[in-house]
C-alpha cells in the first residue's frame, strides 16, 4: 500500500482531520447508521438474559462524534420505546423480527455528557422520543402543464371540453 493519499506533499506530516465533538446535553435527531445485536457482558448478569443479547444502534448526528447506544433484549419497554421513534413496528412474540428495518430510520434522542468510571467522556443517550421529521422521502412534483393546473384548481370534470 502506497502512504501518498495520506501524507502531505508539502512537510510530509500525516495529514489528520479536526475531531468531532462529543454530542452536547439535550434533544438531537439523527439517523441510524448501524445496528446489531450480540451479546454484551455486562448484560449477562440479569437472569431473564442469560446470554446477554443486546440490540445496539449508531445515531449519527450531523457535525458530532457518532452515539453508540445498547439496550438489552429483555428490556422491553427500551426496545419499543426505540421502534417507536424509528417509526417501526417492535418486535411480537411468536414473529421473527429483523432489526436491519431500524437502518437509515430517523430519531430523536435525548442525551446526557456523562464520564465513566475510569474519567473518560461519554455521550449516554437517557432516551428515544417520537420525532416530528418522517421517515419517508417527500413526493416528486408532478409536472403540469397550466391547463391541468387550473383544471386541478377548479376540480374540472377531466372528460369535459370547453368550447
Known amino acids: 500500500m502506497r502512504w501518498d493519499d495520506f501524507i502531505d506533499a508539502d512537510d510530509g506530516q500525516v495529514a489528520t482531520q479536526a475531531p468531532e465533538q462529543l454530542l452536547p446535553d439535550g434533544t438531537h435527531v439523527g439517523k441510524i447508521g448501524w445496528v446489531q445485536i450480540g451479546s454484551k457482558d455486562w448484560a449477562k448478569r440479569d437472569e431473564q ?7 445496539t444502534v449508531r445515531v449519527d448526528v450531523s457535525g458530532y462524534k457518532s452515539v453508540f447506544q445498547s439496550i438489552p433484549c429483555h428490556w422491553r419497554g427500551a426496545i419499543e420505546e426505540l421502534c417507536r421513534s424509528a417509526r417501526v413496528a417492535p418486535p411480537a412474540k411468536g414473529e421473527d423480527w429483523d432489526e436491519e428495518q431500524l437502518l437509515d430510520q430517523v430519531v430523536s434522542i435525548e442525551t446526557l455528557l456523562s464520564v465513566s468510571g475510569r474519567g ?6 437517557v432516551r428515544f422520543k417520537p420525532t416530528a421529521q418522517t421517515n419517508t422521502p417527500k413526493p416528486k412534483p408532478v409536472k403540469q402543464t397550466a391547463t391541468q393546473k387550473i383544471d386541478a384548481e377548479t376540480k374540472a370534470d ?4 370547453p368550447f
Open 49 to 55: 438474559n442469560p446470554d446477554g443479547l443486546c440490540i
Open 120 to 125: 473518560n467522556e461519554f455521550v449516554k443517550v
Open 158 to 161: 377531466p372528460d369535459d371540453i
